[in-house]
């Protein structure tokens, strides 16, 4: 009950300054194919005098959607290290993208709980300048994406880059974490990175640096885990630590041919000679096939039957030829045996017999008298705890 009589003023605040605050405007004209960036400064958003710097210890973050939606567009991303740090609105607009789009950002003071809001026009269009068929996209281990999103790390990359290619205007076309492709999230070691992939694009062909570098040449040497096969010197490094395994080339100045649209046919096969369905059954008769369908395995189980019935009721020996083959004296013992069975039975069902010689005491040796016991021993329980 205390958590939600804290959080209550506190949203009520917020939705408060949401309302009462007007949202600035700022128009931007992301191209189509090509990286746009736009930093999300913590002066943009705080209402400072002029001469004022933004003090080290102010935590921002931010919240961005496209209006009348809970998310960003497809193509553009968003990320920010810590509320420390600036945040980076990213990405590359396709073809699709064309037009307006309004995108909504909301800061958020964690010190002061002060929001602010800011609406950015995107008004996609199309490049101009010549095309850039020759596209190349590496992957930089050593940096992550806030890293290489500002201007300077940008240049100082294609800068670095016009090194091992022909001399061409190199431009950016994308920039992609490489957590955002399926990448792990590194170990916290100092000097461990994401990884960062990085777009170029060029009107210049590739050069033969990069040709081999994409070879099936390197690309065996790289499944069995050797370096590949670099013939020139590598001048993205050391700023720059390039996955050289992991380069791609993309050539779009041949054209890909059309898709051939297939054409609808009668329906009607070729002739092939190696197929040829008869045109017309003649008539069968099933009958046989059923009869011997049905009645082999009926027969069969007759069979096994009336053997079964053979083996266990016609091959009794019986019980005359049993005794026959019996000795006299074991058919005496069995029969004493189950005489004596039956009158121990008898003498249980009626207690009124005389009771047998067994239980009577021994006579006396002097006299040669046998006493009647003076106590039955048969009434006694053999634990005299028991009654």
């Not at 994406?145 to 016009?162: D, H, I, K, M, N």
């Not at 009107?203 to 640096?209: E, G, K, L, M």
């Not at 009158?343 to 249980?348: D, F, I």
């Amino acid at each position: 009950m205390a958590v939600v009589l804290i959080w209550t003023p506190l949203l009520m605040g917020l939705l408060a300054g949401l309302g009462g605050t007007k949202a600035q405007q700022t128009t931007l004209h992301p191209l189509v194919g090509r990286v746009f960036v736009h930093t999300l400064d913590h002066e943009a958003f705080l209402s400072l005098p002029e001469h004022d710097a933004v003090p080290p210890t102010v935590r921002i973050t931010y919240h961005a959607h496209l209006q009348g939606h809970p998310d960003l567009p497809r193509w553009l991303r968003y990320t920010q290290r810590s509320p420390h740090h600036p945040g980076f609105l990213y990405g590359s607009a396709t073809s699709e993208d064309r037009g307006r789009q309004v995108i909504e950002v909301a800061a958020y003071n964690r010190d002061s709980f002060d929001t602010t809001q800011q609406r950015l026009v995107l008004e996609i269009g199309d490049p101009e300048g010549p095309l850039l068929p020759y596209q190349a996209e590496f992957l930089v281990c050593s940096h992550d994406v806030e890293e290489v999103l500002p201007s300077t790390p940008a240049s100082r990359f294609l800068s670095a880059l016009g090194g091992l290619w022909e001399p061409g205007e190199l431009q950016l076309l994308n920039i992609t974490s490489a957590l955002d492709r399926g990448g792990r999230v590194p170990l916290p070691i100092e000097g461990q990175r994401e990884g960062v992939y990085i777009k170029v694009g060029s009107a210049s062909p590739f050069s033969t640096c990069l040709k081999m570098v994409a070879s099936p040449d390197s690309h065996a040497r790289c499944a069995q885990g050797q370096p590949p096969l670099l013939s020139c010197y590598d001048t993205l490094a050391p700023h720059f630590r390039i996955d050289w395994c992991n380069v791609t080339l993309v050539d779009k100045s041949v054209p890909e041919p059309a898709d051939e649209v297939p054409t609808p046919g009668d329906g009607i096969l070729e002739h092939d000679p190696f197929f040829c369905p008869p045109t017309e059954a003649p008539d069968r008769d099933f009958l046989v096939d059923a009869l011997v369908t049905l009645l082999v395995p009926l027969l069969v189980a007759l069979l096994l039957t009336l053997l079964l019935a053979y083996v266990m009721c016609c091959r009794r020996e019986g019980r005359l030829k049993r005794d026959l083959a019996t000795s006299d004296i074991q058919m005496v013992h069995h029969c004493t045996i189950h005489g004596n069975t039956e009158e121990l039975r008898q003498m249980a069902a009626s207690r009124e017999v005389p009771r047998p010689l067994s239980t009577l005491p021994m006579f006396s040796v002097r006299t040669g008298e046998r006493l009647p016991p003076l106590v039955d021993s048969a009434q006694v329980p053999l634990i005299l705890d028991q009654h």
